[in-house]
């Protein structure tokens, strides 16, 4: 027998002599596991963990849409925005101003660029008064006047470096050549628009939302035949109707 076989059994005869030795075997067993941590490796168990945290929720708005589809029939849609008012909280609670106001109810999208891959609203309404009395059979919501549509607000600070970028169904602040215009107009993306983004060189046009519901509705309507009218391009030649905006 090896050395290390012989103090093996030694080790083992050992213990079989302590426990055969007492009148109380499982108790002795007992103490000999507790004094060696309960005979289990497993470590004890510890609090129950922490659940998760609630998602951040952030406001959502529905934009109700009329338009003329390439059918020549007048349909209705929506689409959803999710406005991030952690990362854009200025440009955000601006449009819910004017969401809240009522502001945007009525009026229309007078631009549907597929150049750029915008569709852009919230400033312009029909202008009744140069309104024509339609011929007989003439399409109604055909090349009707527009006018500017007063805004409720000082301009906006531009939150352009916010992190956010011009991606495919984001939504921006529309503004002029000064970087701090934005006021009640804002577009969509119809495809991604990095060169919207800020540079070391220029500034951008800041993204506070994005559409999280209904791009199709927002496809169709980039896709609609356009016209130049009042001094505007790309205006869509049947009027694009925002019917009404709301939170939900």
Same mark, same amino acid.
């Given at each position: 027998? @090896?050395?290390?076989?012989?103090?093996?059994?030694?080790?083992?005869? *050992?213990?079989? $002599?302590?426990?055969?030795?007492t =009148?109380?075997? /499982?108790?002795v067993?007992d103490a000999?596991?507790?004094? @060696?941590?309960g005979? @289990?490796?497993?470590? %004890?168990? *510890?609090?129950?963990?922490?659940?998760? !945290?609630?998602?951040p929720?952030f406001?959502?708005?529905?934009i /109700?849409v009329?338009?003329?589809?390439?059918s !020549? =029939?007048?349909?209705? !849609?929506?689409? &959803?925005i999710e406005?991030?008012d %952690?990362?854009a909280p +200025?440009?955000t609670?601006?449009f819910?101003?004017?969401?809240?106001? $009522?502001?945007y109810d009525n009026t229309?999208?007078?631009?549907?660029?597929?150049?750029?891959g &915008?569709? #852009?609203? $919230?400033?312009f309404?029909?202008?009744?008064?140069?309104?024509?009395?339609?011929?007989?059979?003439? =399409?109604?919501?055909?090349?009707?006047?527009l006018k500017?549509?007063?805004?409720l607000?000082d301009?906006?600070?531009?939150e352009? +470096?916010?992190?956010?970028?011009?991606?495919? *169904?984001? &939504?921006?602040?529309?503004?002029?050549? =000064?970087p701090? /215009?934005?006021t /009640?107009?804002?577009y969509?993306n119809t495809?991604?628009n990095?060169?919207l983004?800020?540079? *070391?060189?220029?500034?951008g046009?800041a993204?506070?939302? #994005?559409? &999280? !519901?209904?791009?199709s509705?927002?496809?169709? +309507?980039?896709?609609?035949?356009? %016209?130049?009218?009042d001094?505007?391009l790309n205006?869509?030649v049947?009027?694009?109707?925002?019917?009404?905006?709301?939170?939900i």
């Open positions: 027998m @090896s050395t290390r076989r012989f103090l093996v059994s030694l080790a083992l005869l *050992g213990v079989v $002599g302590l426990v055969a030795g =009148d109380c075997t /499982s108790e067993i000999l596991l507790a004094g @060696s941590g005979g @289990s490796n497993e470590p %004890e168990p *510890g609090p129950p963990a922490e659940p998760p !945290g609630p998602e929720t406001p959502r708005v529905r /109700s009329e338009y003329t589809a390439s !020549g =029939d007048r349909v209705r !849609g929506n689409f &959803v406005l991030n %952690e990362l +200025i440009s609670a601006n819910l101003k004017y969401l809240d106001a $009522g502001f229309v999208f007078h631009r549907a660029d597929s150049g750029l &915008v569709v #852009q609203g $919230g400033g309404v029909v202008d009744e008064e140069r309104m024509e009395e339609p011929e007989e059979e003439e =399409d109604e919501f055909k090349s009707q006047p500017l549509k007063p805004v607000y301009p906006i600070e531009n352009d +470096i916010n992190g956010q970028r011009n991606l495919r *169904g984001s &939504v921006g602040v529309a503004r002029t050549a =000064d701090d /215009s934005g /009640s107009q804002w969509v495809r991604d990095l060169g983004d800020p540079t *070391g060189a220029a500034r046009y993204v506070f939302g #994005q559409v &999280v !519901g209904g791009l509705i927002v496809d169709e +309507i980039q896709a609609l035949p356009v %016209e130049a009218r001094d505007l205006v869509p049947h009027t694009v109707l925002l019917l009404t905006a709301e939170r």
